[in-house]
């Protein structure tokens, strides 16, 4: 089946960029997602992606995909201590329905 | 135009009771997801709905859960004879359903966090 994997953790300085990594298995996933979660929130979708793109940039967040070796990042330019939580990447094939998480990045950010 | 509304919260259910969380999707949405997060975890997918019909449960245990999303009101998850492994969060998800790009976004709630005694 297919399986998502992120690192658990990651913590950086206040106005630095923070890179989350997520990498997939499913080859015909065609839409991958950032979602972030705040404590005792839902998740709040940030960015998505179509497998036929690189690159896509919205104001501070910055995605990267490498298809060929099914690997997405999320940059966060500037970070903030706002930005701390955790950051899910999903893929899915068919869009909305159906999304495949990862287990989620908990961003920590040291004012 | 609010957003994906669960209830409750939070939900506290012995051993052996039943457990039933309520999705209302945002305006105009008639898709409905629901996902299951344990300690930890990624969320995992768990049925998809329409209007009166069951899409996809291919992530619904086989055994005591249930879903409906009916004409009118809200969707409903139903646990029956709750056990200890049934406690996570239950996140409920909408789309507007409509093909093209507006179907690739789901819009999550904030959650129900059920803990079984």
């Known amino acids: 089946g297919e399986d998502v994997e992120q690192s658990l953790f990651l913590s950086v300085r206040e106005g630095d960029s923070s890179v989350i990594n997520c990498t997939y298995t499913d080859s015909s996933s065609t839409y991958l997602y950032w979602y972030k979660q705040e404590p005792g929130a839902g998740l709040q979708l940030l960015t998505y992606i179509f497998s036929n793109m690189d690159m896509k940039q919205d104001q501070r967040l910055t995605v990267l995909l490498n298809k060929k070796d099914k690997h997405l990042s999320l940059r966060i330019a500037d970070t903030q201590t706002g930005d701390s939580a955790i950051y899910f990447c999903a893929e899915s094939e068919t869009g909305a329905n159906n999304l495949f998480f990862g287990t989620g990045t908990r961003l920590t950010v040291i004012p | 135009n609010a957003g994906v509304m669960q209830n409750p919260r939070h939900l506290v259910r012995r051993r052996g009771q039943e457990a039933r969380l309520r999705c209302s999707p945002m305006k105009g949405h008639s898709h409905v997801y629901w996902y299951r997060q344990l300690p930890e975890e990624g969320l995992k997918f768990m049925v998809y709905?329409?209007?009166?019909?069951?899409?996809?449960e291919s992530g619904m245990p086989k055994e005591r859960f249930s879903a409906e999303f009916p004409k009118e009101g809200p969707s409903i998850l139903r646990i029956q004879q709750v056990v200890r492994g049934d406690s996570a969060a239950y996140f409920c998800?909408?789309?507007?359903?409509?093909?093209?790009?507006?179907?690739?976004?789901?819009?999550f709630g904030q959650g129900t966090r059920l803990t079984v005694v």
């Open positions: 709905l329409q209007k009166e019909n069951i899409i996809d």
């Open positions: 998800a909408s789309s507007p359903g409509q093909q093209g790009r507006m179907n690739t976004e789901a819009f």
